[in-house]
């Protein structure tokens, strides 16, 4: 079980989306931003490799990040601006991709592409992980293809109270329990979909079932519930 103060002195909000068929990607965010600040008071950070968002909602930052360095400078403003004993909820909607080599221990890399540059899983952790400040909890919605590790955190669970490592060790717990905590859209050689939701049209599954969740369930949601 995963629980939220879902107010604005105690969540902070960024979203990374980056161009995926028919803008869906867009859309999310959009959505995203629309859903938070309508329910929750909370603006959203918008980086985006457009500096168009239609339909985002009023207050919403926008970051314009067409390359792999201004990416990564928005990204890192953005998560070290959050402070201490806030939660961090970043969105990431774009398309994802991964390579399987054999002999890793994990035996994938996934990454996300910006043009003709590579964002890779390790970097995107280094990035996060250097940037967040101390007493900062961080709530990852990872909606892309290849998504597994996409934050390349050290447990990865499929059922939300039963994590392994790589080294196949097993701690009972769940998402409460974390300091920072992912939820992927699929497993590193899978895809995920789009799909219509009712917060905001037709965009990714995740992004949009999890959307569609907060006004039931309010704060306190589960990896099944979503």
Same mark, same amino acid.
Request: glycine share 10%; with cysteine.
């Given at each position: 079980?995963? *629980?939220?103060?879902?107010?604005?002195?105690?969540?902070?909000?960024?979203?990374?989306?980056?161009?995926?068929?028919?803008?869906?990607? #867009?859309? *999310?965010?959009?959505?995203?931003?629309?859903?938070? &600040? &309508?329910?929750?008071?909370?603006?959203?950070?918008?980086?985006s490799?457009?500096?168009?968002?239609?339909?985002?909602?009023? %207050?919403? !930052?926008?970051?314009?990040?067409?390359?792999?360095?201004?990416l990564?400078?928005?990204?890192?403003?953005?998560?070290?601006?959050?402070?201490?004993?806030?939660?961090?909820?970043?969105f990431?909607?774009?398309?994802?991709? !991964?390579?399987r #080599?054999?002999?890793k221990?994990?035996?994938? $890399?996934? #990454?996300?592409?910006?043009?003709?540059?590579?964002? !890779?899983?390790t970097?995107?952790?280094?990035? $996060?992980?250097a940037?967040?400040?101390?007493?900062?909890?961080?709530?990852?919605?990872? *909606?892309?293809?290849?998504?597994?590790?996409?934050? +390349?955190?050290? #447990?990865a669970?499929? *059922?939300?109270?039963?994590?392994?490592? !790589?080294?196949?060790?097993?701690i009972?717990?769940?998402?409460?329990?974390?300091?920072y905590?992912s939820i992927?859209?699929?497993r590193d050689?899978?895809v995920? %979909?789009?799909?219509?939701s009712l917060?905001?049209?037709?965009?990714?599954?995740l992004?949009?079932?999890?959307? +569609?969740?907060?006004?039931?369930?309010?704060?306190?949601?589960?990896?099944l519930a979503i």
């Amino acid at each position: 079980m995963y *629980d939220l103060k879902m107010t604005s002195n105690q969540v902070s909000v960024v979203v990374l989306a980056l161009h995926a068929n028919g803008n869906s990607s #867009y859309r *999310d965010a959009a959505a995203i931003s629309r859903v938070f &600040k &309508k329910q929750y008071k909370i603006p959203c950070t918008i980086i985006s490799d457009t500096n168009i968002i239609p339909d985002k909602a009023p %207050g919403t !930052t926008l970051m314009f990040a067409d390359t792999k360095t201004t990416l990564i400078s928005s990204l890192r403003t953005s998560i070290s601006q959050v402070g201490t004993g806030r939660t961090l909820i970043l969105f990431i909607s774009a398309h994802g991709y !991964t390579h399987r #080599y054999p002999a890793k221990e994990r035996g994938y $890399v996934d #990454y996300l592409k910006l043009g003709h540059e590579v964002i !890779t899983n390790t970097e995107l952790h280094y990035l $996060v992980f250097a940037s967040i400040q101390e007493g900062v909890k961080l709530l990852g919605i990872i *909606d892309t293809c290849h998504s597994g590790h996409m934050l +390349d955190l050290e #447990y990865a669970s499929s *059922d939300g109270v039963m994590f392994q490592t !790589t080294a196949n060790k097993t701690i009972m717990g769940g998402l409460g329990t974390a300091r920072y905590a992912s939820i992927s859209a699929c497993r590193d050689d899978e895809v995920t %979909g789009e799909d219509v939701s009712l917060s905001g049209g037709l965009g990714g599954k995740l992004v949009g079932h999890f959307l +569609d969740a907060l006004p039931r369930h309010g704060c306190t949601f589960n990896l099944l519930a979503i």
